[in-house]
């Protein structure tokens, strides 16, 4: 018994420090896989960041397009593709507005859009779509832009999108109605916060009916008023 006794004992030291070997080349293991794979990680984020970009700017650019079919695909899929995360989302409006700005016939003084009314079109969809309120001044400063057509096919775009972010815009609707120094500007935007409508809506074209001196201004808030109230 003696002999098993001392021969179990320096086997067990063995079988002892052994397993404590393993557990720390394990863990020194394990701790380079967690290094590697935040590494991954990290590079694959960045990855898809510049992968995103890019996407995001082909279909704006597919925006531009004279095919019907080409600009409905790229307003569809980068709604979607907005809708995927917030991330997303401020990436396409972000980078619609920075395109935007780039259209020379969308700087403010042109009434007619010769060249770039389908891709207005296109954009001011999207940004009511995805409610972008970031787009708010932008829309503004085009609210009279269009194709110089009359009727519902001459309806300014920005029009619509403006109307669709609803009350939340009210304010700078208002606001941009009175520093508006364009009488034709200022019927778009009588328009847009009639069309808004609500007790808020009536409050502002009242206000703004005491301040104006054009006459053609001054007809359109009085109809709206009037239409206003009576519903």
């Known amino acids: 018994m003696s002999t098993v006794r001392k021969m179990s004992s320096p086997i067990a030291s063995t079988v002892v420090y052994l397993s404590v070997l393993f557990l720390a080349c394990a863990d020194l293991t394990l701790r380079a896989c967690s290094k590697f794979s935040r ?62 700005g780039k259209q020379q016939e969308l700087d403010g003084n042109h009434r007619v859009l010769k060249n770039s009314f389908l891709y207005w079109k296109s954009a001011t969809n999207i940004f009511a779509e995805l409610n972008a309120l970031e787009a708010v001044d932008v829309l503004i400063r085009c609210v009279h832009c269009s194709n110089g057509w009359e009727g519902n096919m001459g309806e300014p775009p920005a029009s619509y999108a403006l109307v669709r972010l609803g009350k939340p815009i009210l304010q700078r609707l208002f606001e941009a109605l009175k520093v508006e120094s364009d009488a034709y500007k200022r019927m778009k935007i009588v328009l847009c916060i009639a069309r808004i409508g609500g007790p808020e809506a009536i409050v502002d074209l009242e206000q703004a009916l005491r301040s104006e001196r054009n006459k053609d201004v001054r007809k359109i808030i009085k109809f709206n008023l009037s239409e206003m109230r009576s519903n």
């Open 39 to 100: 590494l991954e990680l990290s590079l694959f984020h960045h990855a898809n960041v510049q992968n995103d970009d890019s996407f995001a700017a082909s279909l704006i650019i597919s925006l531009s397009s004279p095919e019907s079919a080409v600009r409905i695909d790229a307003e569809e899929k980068l709604i979607s593709f907005a809708r995927t995360s917030a991330a997303r989302r401020q990436l396409i409006i972000r980078e619609l507005l920075k395109s935007v």
